[in-house]
Nanobody, 120 residues
Framework: QVQLVESGGGLVQPGGSLRLSCAASGSIRSIAAMGWYRQAPGKERELVAR??????NYADSARGRFTISRDNAQNTVYLQLNSLRPEDTALYYC???????????????WGQGTQVTVSS
């Protein structure tokens, strides 16, 4: 069974920083892309950043402030959040396209979410 577990959320003042982590565990054959999405109250879930190999892509709102990185040996993806704004407040979800040991094709897995609140 494959599991994604996020950590690192919290309450931060505007202009502050946080680092989110997401570790994939279980019977994993391979991991393709990993990424972060967020969902604010009353809004749809949206892509924040995604990484596949050495290729990254960011939402316009994240570009220049957030940085996604990945430790392949640890099956972990990180999201460094800098210059945080109140509008960044949301539940941040980790997502990964994983080929489980029992499968031959990737499936999308989601973490449970970690709350980021930006407020003074």
């Amino acid at each position: 069974q494959v599991q994604l577990v996020e950590s690192g959320g919290g309450l931060v003042q505007p202009g502050g920083s946080l680092r989110l982590s997401c570790a994939a565990s279980g019977s994993i054959r391979s991991i393709a892309a990993m990424g972060w999405y967020r969902q604010a109250p009353g809004k749809e879930r949206e892509l924040v950043a995604r990484i596949r190999g050495d290729t990254t892509n960011y939402a316009d709102s994240a570009r220049g402030r957030f940085t996604i990185s990945r430790d392949n040996a640890q099956n972990t993806v990180y999201l460094q959040l800098n210059s945080l704004r109140p509008e960044d407040t949301a539940l941040y979800y980790c997502n990964a396209d994983i080929v489980a040991s029992s499968a031959w094709h990737p499936a999308a897995y989601w973490g449970q979410g970690t709350q980021v609140t930006v407020s003074s």
